[in-house]
């Protein structure tokens, strides 16, 4: 039996409100016109006569299917296993939306109809839906009669545009196409109708390659983007529409920059493809614009936005009556959500979030309490999007809940959705089901590089994954009741299995077991090693040189490093420096208002924690983190090995953020007296201790 979507759609209508509609009511509400409708009951008809149901027409109850209930039951089994044999309207509306993005003069309303193969009025309802989302791109979609449709813009707000539509309405198979191309297996030469999967196979592997692989890495929902982002942009180029002359270019090259430029390069060599400043330019916008996979990747030193993360997490934990301020989870993870949410917002790029809605009736006051904090700290922002502020949410709702106690069976989320979602779902689990005690979250690419998931007793995800083989439960990323239910069954249902396999592994010999419970005391140790180590070095090495003579301030620094490599704490001056130097071609390290520069890198030649201060007689000029010119007259070295334990990240953004945690601070740290210098920092570590450690 062939079936159309809206044969479809409207069948399962009246089936669910039998007597309540009639023709004009459904043709409104399917956007269509009334003829359209009659013409597909008229099918529908013929429908039902298979399965001996009868379409009856009734003047005043509506329209509704008559026959006995084995058959419309019959009829509900087929409806929901079938496949329509038509488009989707949201494929249709991609279609639509290709075909103006893709055409320099105007379109006749007939001829684009008849190349879709709808009718006038459902094209004109396409287009008025369409009109209005492209509003947010700055986009207009005209109708004028004798000329026909017509969309007018900048070419960065429709590659903006194009991306965001493949994105928000076809995000699922476009994971699914890559991971199928890489395989593979996939013969289309065109994704979704635009996008060449051969020029998208080449884009993935040069992103991963490039970025994903180095220190940047990105959230799957951000590295999907990226490449579908590059991939619009290299067709864009190669049907000749370019980003006009004369647009505002930013001429800082950074290393967002050197990394598309590096990937441009590459497709340039394998395809007839040249890209210019300006496009290199806009997809390192998009890059960095992206939000971080993992919040450890995000550099401690973020000072004047750290201060301010921390004002926010009291106001909320004011407001909640929850004392949240010494969770260094939230700070870090919030750290690593907003550096990407400032850029998106000053470049005015907007953000979809599917869960907004959601996360406004599901905490509405925790929504209230995070949008006031973050309004209060970033008042240059007219207003923060709802959108923005949902994501924030997750971060404070992932904190709220991670406290929740623990029971004994292990479960993987696989979630693309980024950072506050994966955390989010993770911490409500262990909130709704008491049962699961670990919670792991990984990447679609950690998994498929992973040989073995058996140590997982349940799998989760939020999307398909058509390359797995072991069995996992698709659920929202918010953990419906609908979904807690299912996980709650499939436990009962393997409750044998787990508590066989538990007892197997954890009391096979004497010796697991005394590791088992060995564990979790080495952990904290481990910690307490950490946390003793770093604050160690740091006081241990900590130094005020005052410096009386005029010289150039970068002199100043490696002077510094000369003496710190002379002590051994650094094993290579000029490799150290160099990254000094290149960190301060990124952005201004000056700290407004405070006379201070902060100095600082992880390196692989740094062997310990070093926090030093120089005191200049004469003040120099230096580019402040706010981006203008300003007096230095203290310059603070900071100096951190390339690899840290989430305990030394710790009080390495401990340290940087009580530089300028109030005028006191920024008076002390900014004088050249070494020893009251040395007191605040001891107090600040005590304090430290007191509250995270020793408690504890």
């Known amino acids: 039996m062939f079936i159309t979507s809206r044969e479809k759609a409207i069948i399962e209508l009246i089936i669910k409100t039998s007597g309540k509609h009639t023709a004009f009511s459904i043709a409104t509400f399917l956007n269509v016109s009334v003829r359209t409708i009659q013409r597909d009951l008229k099918a529908i008809e013929k429908i039902l006569e298979q399965f001996q149901l009868q379409l009856v027409r009734n003047t005043n109850k509506g329209l509704c299917i008559e026959g006995k209930n084995e058959q419309v039951f019959r009829l509900v089994q087929h409806l929901a296993s ?60 005209s109708r004028k009669r004798g000329v026909g449709v017509e969309l007018t813009g900048d070419e960065v707000n429709k590659r903006k545009a194009l991306a965001n539509y493949l994105l928000l309405y076809f995000n699922e198979e476009l994971i699914e196409s890559l991971f199928l191309l890489e395989q593979g297996q996939v013969e289309n030469s065109q994704i ?10 080449t884009i993935e592997r040069l992103v991963n390659d490039i970025v994903n692989k180095r220190q940047t890495r990105l959230a799957d929902s951000d590295y999907i983007g990226l490449v579908i982002q590059i991939c619009i942009t290299m067709q864009r180029i190669m049907n000749g529409f370019r980003i006009e002359e004369d ?120 929504f209230l309490a995070v949008k006031n904090s973050v309004e209060k700290e970033f008042k240059e922002f007219a207003a923060f999007p709802d959108e923005e502020i ?52 990984k990447s679609i690419k950690d998994v498929q590089k992973q040989k073995s998931l058996n140590q997982f007793d349940v799998i989760l995800s939020t999307v398909r994954l058509p390359f797995m083989n072991n069995e996992y439960i698709i659920v929202n990323p918010l953990l419906s009741r609908e979904d807690i239910e299912t996980i709650r069954s499939f436990l009962r249902k393997n409750i044998e299995q787990f508590t066989r396999n538990k007892l197997y592994t954890g009391l ?107 005191h200049l007689e004469e003040p120099c000029v230096i580019k402040g983190m706010d981006g203008n010119d300003m007096y230095m007259n203290s310059l603070l070295l900071m100096l951190a090995p390339e690899e840290l334990s989430s305990r030394e990240q710790e009080m390495i953004s401990l340290l940087s953020t009580s530089l300028i945690e109030n005028n006191e601070a920024i008076m002390i740290f900014s004088s050249s007296d070494e020893k009251i210098i040395r007191s605040k920092m001891e107090t600040i570590f005590l304090d430290y201790l007191y509250t995270n450690v020793i408690k504890e």
Request: hydrophobic fraction near 40%; charged fraction near 20%.
């Open 247 to 366: 647009e505002h270019l930013d001429e800082d090259i950074d290393d967002e920059y050197r990394q598309i430029e590096e990937i441009c390069t590459c497709l340039e060599e394998g395809f007839p493809v040249q890209f210019n400043h300006r496009d290199i330019h806009y997809l390192s916008t998009v890059l960095k614009g992206s939000k971080l996979h993992e919040a450890g990747f995000v550099s401690y030193d973020s000072v004047i936005l750290g201060q301010l993360i921390k004002n926010i997490i009291q106001s909320v934990s004011t407001q909640l009556h929850i004392d949240l301020t010494n969770d260094f989870s939230l700070f870090q993870g919030l750290l690593a959500h907003m550096l990407p949410s400032l850029f998106r917002l000053k470049q005015n790029m907007s953000l979809y979030n599917p869960l907004t809605e959601e996360i406004k009736k599901k905490y509405p006051v925790l």
């Open 508 to 614: 096979s010999t004497n010796e697991d077991v005394s590791s088992t419970k060995q564990q979790p005391l080495m952990d904290v140790l481990q910690e307490l090693k950490d946390t003793h180590t770093s604050i160690e070095a740091i006081i241990q090495h900590f130094r005020v040189v005052r410096i009386t003579i005029m010289t150039d301030y970068q002199q100043v620094m490696k002077n510094m490093l000369i003496t710190a490599s002379k002590e051994n704490l650094i094993t290579n001056v000029e490799n150290v420096f160099e990254t000094l130097i290149d960190r301060e071609r990124k952005g201004g390290l000056g700290i407004p208002g405070t006379g201070m520069g902060l100095f600082h890198c992880r390196n692989p030649h740094v062997d310990k924690l070093i926090f030093q201060i120089a």
């Open 192 to 201: 979704l109708h635009y996008l060449r999967s051969d020029y998208l196979l």
């Open 390 to 441: 949902a994501y924030i949410v997750l971060h404070f709702g992932s904190a709220l809940v991670l406290k929740e106690e623990q029971l004994p069976i292990k479960a993987l989320v696989i979630c693309p959705t980024g950072i506050g979602t994966s955390k989010m779902l993770a911490s409500r689990l262990k909130k709704e089901i008491m049962e699961i005690d670990s919670v792991e979250i």
């Open 82 to 141: 079938s496949q329509p044999i038509d488009q989707p309207p949201q494929e249709k509306k991609l279609q639509l939306l290709l075909s103006l993005f893709q055409a320099a003069e105007s379109f006749k309303i007939q001829a684009l109809a008849h190349e879709l193969g709808v009718s006038i009025t459902t094209l004109s309802a396409y287009l008025d839906e369409l009109a209005e989302w492209l509003t947010n791109f700055q986009l207009v979609l």
